[in-house]
C-alpha cells in the first residue's frame, strides 16, 4: 500500500469534496464526505500493489463500496466525481509523482481552493442575516475539507522532498509520520461524527464575532448620518436600523412582515441541471488533478530524480553544504529555469532527454548536465570547489543568453 498515492488522492479528493460542501442546498446529502474520500484514497493506494500482480482493478472495489453509503439519487451523483478520479487514477497507473510538479500544482490548486472558500464566507454570513448561517453556502465545512487538504500536501511534498535518497532511519522516520497522519485523519472521521453540531455553531459563534468587529466602524458611519434624518421617514429609518443591528448581533433570524404582500409565485424546481453541469465540471477537474502523475513508480521520487535509476555506490550520505550537494542544487535551479520558460519536464525524462528538448545554445546545457551527472553518479571522483564554480557560471550563461533571445 503507498501511503504517499494515499495522501494525494485524499488531498485531491477533498477539493472536490470542498466544492460540493459549499452548497448543501443544491448537493442535498446525509452522507459524511471524508468517509468516501479515505475508502477512494484507499483503493487508490492499492493499485501499485495490486498491479504488480495484475490486479488492478480490483482496488475499484473500495471505492464502488462508497456507494453503498448513499440513499438518495443526489448522493450517488455526489459520489461520481470521486469514483471518475480513482478510476482514471487506477487505470492509467498514474502512480508516480514529482516533487516540483506536485509543488507548482499544490500553489495554483490551493489558490483556486482559497479564493473559493474565501467568497463563501460573506456569502454565508450575510445569507445567515434574513434566514440560517451557512445554510445556503456552507462556509465551515468547506474550510474543513481545504484545511485537510492543505495539511495532506504538506505533508506529502515534505515525503517528495527528502525523496529516495533519505537514510534508512529517515525513510523510517517518515513511514512512522505518515502512520501518524493517517490515523490523525480517521480520528478527525470520528470526531466530527460525535461533535459535529457543537464545532460547527463554534465557528459560526467564532465568525460573528469576527464579522462583529469589521462592521463596528460602518455601522458607526451609519449611525452619525442617521443622526442627520430629523423627519419622520428619517426617524422610521433609523428605528428601523437599530433594530436590524440588534438582530444581527443576536445572530436571531429576520421574519419579514408578509400580511398584505402579494402571494409569490410557487418555487421552480429543483436545479438538476446546474448540480449536474457542476458535477461534471469536477470529473474535469479530476482528471486535470492527475496530469502531472507519471506510471508505475510507485508515488516515489525527489525533484533531482529525473535522471534514469542508477545504482549509488554504497558510502557516506553527502552532507547538505557538500560541493555535490551544491552541484545538484545548481542543477535543480536549471530545471526549475526550465520550467518558467514554459519546457514541460516529465518524471519518466532523463537529464539527456531534457538537454534535447531544451531551446536555445545547447553547448553550455550540455556542459552543466556533465558537470552534474559526474556529481551525481560518479562517486569515485571529488567534486572540487571549480566545479561548483563551473556549474553556476554555466547557469548564469544559459540565463543571460535566454534573456538577450
Wanted: proline letters at 4%; glycine letters at 8%.
Amino acid at each position: 500500500m503507498s501511503e504517499l498515492i494515499f495522501l494525494r488522492a485524499f488531498g485531491d479528493l477533498c477539493v472536490c469534496f470542498a466544492i460540493i460542501a459549499g452548497f448543501p442546498k443544491l448537493f442535498v446529502r446525509d452522507v459524511l464526505l471524508l468517509i468516501p474520500a479515505l475508502l477512494c484514497a484507499a483503493g487508490a493506494a492499492l493499485g501499485p500493489w495490486l498491479e504488480k500482480r495484475k490486479l488492478k482493478y480490483a482496488a475499484l472495489i473500495l471505492p464502488l463500496a462508497s456507494l453503498l453509503l448513499a440513499d438518495s439519487a443526489m448522493e450517488y451523483l455526489i459520489l461520481v466525481p470521486a469514483i471518475v478520479y480513482t478510476a482514471l487514477l487506477i487505470h492509467w497507473g498514474a502512480f508516480g509523482m514529482e516533487y516540483y510538479n506536485s509543488r507548482d500544482q499544490f500553489k495554483k490548486v490551493g489558490l483556486a481552493l482559497g479564493v473559493f472558500v474565501g467568497l463563501l464566507f460573506p456569502l454565508g454570513y450575510f445569507d445567515g442575516m434574513y434566514s440560517q448561517y451557512w445554510d445556503t453556502y456552507d462556509f465551515p465545512t468547506a474550510l474543513f475539507y481545504g484545511l485537510l487538504y492543505a495539511f495532506t500536501q504538506v505533508f506529502l511534498l515534505r515525503q517528495l522532498r527528502l525523496g529516495v535518497d533519505s537514510r534508512p532511519q529517515d525513510r523510517l522516520r517518515n513511514n512512522v509520520e505518515m502512520v501518524v497522519v493517517m490515523v490523525l485523519i480517521i480520528g478527525a472521521t470520528v470526531g466530527i461524527l460525535a461533535l459535529e453540531g457543537l464545532l460547527r455553531q463554534s465557528v459560526v459563534d467564532l465568525l460573528t464575532l469576527v464579522m462583529m468587529a469589521v462592521g463596528f466602524v460602518p455601522m458607526l458611519i451609519l449611525e452619525i448620518i442617521n443622526r442627520f434624518l430629523n423627519d419622520e421617514d428619517g426617524q422610521a429609518y433609523v428605528e428601523t436600523m437599530e433594530s436590524l443591528q440588534e438582530t444581527w448581533i443576536r445572530g436571531e433570524e429576520v421574519v419579514p412582515d408578509l400580511e398584505g404582500m402579494p402571494v409569490q409565485p410557487e418555487e421552480p424546481g429543483f436545479p438538476w441541471l446546474a448540480a449536474v453541469l457542476i458535477l461534471v465540471l469536477l470529473c474535469l477537474g479530476a482528471a486535470y488533478l492527475l496530469r502531472n502523475l507519471g506510471k508505475n513508480t510507485a508515488g516515489r521520487g525527489s525533484g533531482d530524480m529525473l535522471e534514469a535509476v542508477e545504482a549509488e555506490k554504497p558510502g557516506a550520505r553527502e552532507s547538505w553544504s557538500s560541493n555535490r550537494s551544491k552541484v545538484r542544487r545548481i542543477y535543480r535551479s536549471y530545471l526549475k529555469f526550465l520550467r518558467r520558460k514554459g519546457q514541460r519536464l516529465r518524471h519518466d525524462q532523463t537529464s539527456l532527454d531534457i538537454l534535447r528538448e531544451a531551446k536555445g545554445p545547447a553547448d553550455p546545457a550540455g556542459e552543466l548536465r556533465r558537470i552534474y551527472v559526474r556529481a551525481r553518479y560518479d562517486l569515485d571522483e571529488p567534486v572540487t570547489d571549480l566545479d561548483v564554480e563551473d556549474a553556476r557560471n554555466v547557469l548564469k550563461q544559459i540565463q543571460n543568453n535566454a534573456g538577450r533571445a
